[in-house]
Nanobody, 114 residues
């Protein structure tokens, strides 16, 4: 299984972006799906999580601004990012927990200018 995150880009502060995470093959019964991000010089941090039942959790820094949602068997999940801030600048990665293993996608760069 290969994952690919897309949808990043350059946006002004206050703007919006929608990230997508696609799989190389159809996947069903995914246990948990996450979005992470890593800014230059910082550790990778968990941004948002969605469980198989649809329960969501967010980092305090993005709550009320970001929304994680599930897609279908190929386009697995999305991250709607609103009211973006310069401190949201990072490489964003999608990750899934599937059949006892964790899979990571290649990241997509999000840059927010002030």
């Amino acid at each position: 299984v290969q994952l690919q995150a897309s949808g990043g880009g350059l946006v002004q502060s206050g703007g919006s972006l929608r990230l997508s995470c696609a799989a190389s093959t159809s996947i069903l019964r995914i246990n948990k799906m996450d979005w992470y991000r890593q800014a230059p010089g910082k550790e990778r941090e968990l941004v948002a999580t969605i469980s198989s039942s649809g329960t969501t959790n967010y980092a305090d820094s993005v709550r009320a601004r970001f929304t994680i949602s599930r897609g279908d068997a190929r386009n697995l999940m999305y991250l709607q990012m609103n009211s973006l801030r310069p401190e949201d600048t990072a490489v964003y990665y999608c990750s899934i927990e599937y059949l006892g293993r964790n899979y990571w996608g290649q990241g997509t760069q999000v840059t927010v200018s002030s």
